[in-house]
């Protein structure tokens, strides 16, 4: 069946029951067991619940994987797929990685003995010369958050095959609408639900999807011991959003190329970070493993100051972090979502005290462009 069809009827099936449309939420912490050493299933909400294993059969479905696990943020499952090494392993990292990845990576992991070289994997040569004996894994954001670089998956797959290591990929930023990092190569693909799977903005959520049943098996292990597994009704809420993925998205696609257009034009843009450009380095790569372009960008207006005027006057667009809902959120990445990061580690990797991060919802485009000119304009 096609993605839309598995969207809304994988993991979704009507209640056998009752007959609902729409499943029951499993508001439960606990489930009877019928006789001493038997279930229905189910025995403790920790380690599983139906909402979580439905939404979990949607997701490996889309992502063709062989099994997905959810959890209670993006950043629980990406810390569990770290927990997949040793100590004394080394993982190799996107450069401009999203901040809180890089404070996990350089604050609290390093303190349980693994190594984590951040370099730029849109470089074949750089992640081949940021190999050691001891690496184990090479962990993908592409494009990156918040510069928007591309990393050609099919490419660091094959290196990572030759190598013997387990390639990563965070595919928040396009959904597996856009790319489906497992088809191209990659091992293990993570999301933060919160943002497009969701879609809505309001709930939190992580996925750690599995190409190799013995990862899948070491994830499961983390998240029922951790207890990092996701509730019911944010399984709901994901699994709701998911219905609509393939229309939002399409929308979110055209109005994210409509404003990085109309921002490139626009004398007061330094330069517009958005690889549906033809400007953008690495336009080529992107047309070539994604189904489309998706909805962040990023652009640089100098300076802190004129990034300032700029987010205090807008209207429509809302001033917060987080991105993926069908409402335009803005945000300055060097004082917000990349804060954590030291200033000389940002300006190395090109996040600027200028540059603005975008994420385009799905309202009118015109009404956002005026929106933007307006705030352009006292800028």
């Known amino acids: 069946m096609g993605f839309a069809t598995d969207a809304i009827h ?30 229905k299933g189910y025995d403790y909400a920790r380690t599983a619940h139906p909402n979580r294993r439905a939404l979990e059969r949607c997701l490996a479905k889309l992502e063709g994987g062989q099994v997905a696990y959810v959890f209670s943020t993006g950043m629980a499952a990406i810390d569990a797929v770290f927990r997949l090494l040793r100590p004394g392993e080394h993982v190799i990292v996107s450069q401009a990685v999203y901040g809180g990845v890089f ?45 928007m670089i591309i990393t050609d998956i099919a490419a660091v797959a094959r290196l990572a095959a030759e190598h013997k290591l387990t390639l990563v990929v965070d595919n928040t930023f396009l959904s597996p609408y856009f790319q489906q990092p497992l088809a191209l190569g990659a091992h293990i693909v993570v999301h933060s639900m919160t943002k497009y799977l ?13 190409a190799r049943p013995d990862d899948a098996e070491k994830i499961y292990f983390i998240q029922r011991s951790a207890g990092t597994g996701l509730a019911p009704m944010d399984c709901f809420l994901v699994s709701r959003g ?48 994604q189904r489309g372009f998706g909805a962040m960008l990023s652009f640089d207006l100098g300076g802190l100051e004129p990034a300032r005027r700029l987010l205090n006057n807008v209207k429509l667009c809302s001033l917060a972090e987080s991105l993926g809902g ?5 945000s300055l990445p060097a004082v ?30 015109e009404d956002l462009i005026a929106d933007l000119d307006q705030a352009l304009a006292k800028v």
């Open 10 to 39: 994988i993991g979704q099936e009507p209640d056998p029951s009752t007959g609902a449309i729409v499943p029951p939420i499993y508001q439960t912490s606990t489930y009877v067991q019928p006789e001493l050493g038997k279930n």
């Open 103 to 147: 404070r996990l990576t350089t604050k609290l992991l390093v303190d349980f003995g693994l190594e984590f070289s951040f370099t730029d994997t849109s470089c074949l040569e750089n992640v081949t010369r940021a190999m050691k004996p001891n690496t184990k894994m090479i962990y993908v954001e592409t494009p990156t958050n918040p510069t």
């Open 198 to 210: 969701n879609g809505h903005s309001d709930c939190t959520g992580g996925a750690v999807v599995l």
């Open 242 to 289: 998911i219905k609509t993925l393939a229309v939002r998205m399409v929308q979110h696609n055209a109005n994210g190329m409509a404003i990085a257009k109309f921002l490139e034009a626009h004398p007061k843009v330094k330069r517009v970070l958005y690889p549906g450009l033809a400007s953008h380095p690495q336009h080529e790569v992107a047309r070539q493993q």
């Open 326 to 330: 069908v409402e335009t959120l803005i």
């Open 336 to 365: 917000m979502t990349h804060v954590s990061m030291p200033p000389e580690v940002r300006q190395q990797i090109g996040i600027t005290d200028g540059l603005v991060r975008l994420s385009v919802g799905i309202e009118d485009v």
